[in-house]
């Protein structure tokens, strides 16, 4: 599975918009993207998931550049239980295996 | 449905002892996977089963680490003996066969070797 990249840390306002970047350059084709979080001693916790096209479901939106080299989620309204780390994950269609890498710790202020 | 449930929650014992760590992954689910939390090394996945069969245990760190799954609703992950650097977070995480494989992660068993 390719390798992500992720800033380790990013602070966001509450009420504004949390955009977590990551680098996914060495993508192949048929891998697709999914971010999790795992909020303070719980278990991490899918969010989204794609392969080429944009997605949004109740928690977030997920952009994908055009050339799948990056991504972008987007926690529209951030609130302090937005507070956690965020992973980005790149995976093989039909694969079972999840490789975590170091992820954001995104901080909500208030 | 409760979720996937992890048994004990905390569990301290001493080098040498032997430890069980205990999930009940969700209903349906096809799929468990036994991960191993720690600062240093992050999130590390040990060990996965199919319907109850070893698929993956390329991350099981060395024979003193063994995992089983007798039936659909019961896995065990047992450490004999136990190590000070065996001290880490194991979480539980079960899935069943979708488009996309989302994986459903237990709250965790925290374990201290001392």
């Known amino acids: 599975d390719a390798k992500t990249t992720q800033p380790p840390s990013m602070d966001c306002a509450e009420g504004r918009a949390a955009n977590l970047p990551c680098n996914h350059s060495?993508?192949?084709?048929?891998?697709?993207v999914y971010w999790y979080r795992q909020i303070h001693s719980q278990g991490p916790q899918y969010i989204i998931h794609?392969?080429?096209n944009n997605e949004t479901n109740e928690m977030a939106s997920l952009i994908i550049t055009e050339d799948r080299k990056s991504s972008t989620l987007i926690l529209p309204h951030a609130t302090l239980r937005d507070t956690a780390v965020y992973y980005c994950?790149?995976?093989?269609?039909?694969?079972?295996?999840?490789?975590f890498g170091q992820g954001t710790r995104l901080t909500i202020n208030p | 449905d409760a979720g996937v449930i992890q048994s004990p929650r905390h569990e301290v014992t001493e080098m040498g002892q032997e430890v069980t760590l205990r999930c009940k992954p969700i209903?349906?689910?096809?799929?468990l996977f036994w991960y191993r939390q720690t600062m240093m090394r992050g999130l590390e996945l040990l060990i996965y089963f199919n319907n109850n069969v070893p698929i993956d245990d390329s991350g099981m760190p060395e024979d003193r680490f063994s995992a089983k799954m007798p039936n659909a609703s019961f896995s065990t992950l047992k450490i004999q003996p136990s190590e000070p650097r065996d001290s880490a977070v194991y979480f539980c995480a079960s899935s069943f066969v979708t488009a996309y494989n989302e994986q459903f992660f237990g709250p965790g068993t925290r374990l201290t070797v001392l």
């Open positions: 994950i790149v995976r093989r269609q039909g694969a079972q295996k999840l490789v």
């Open positions: 060495t993508i192949s084709g048929n891998e697709y």
């Open positions: 209903s349906g689910h096809d799929y």
């Open positions: 794609g392969l080429k």
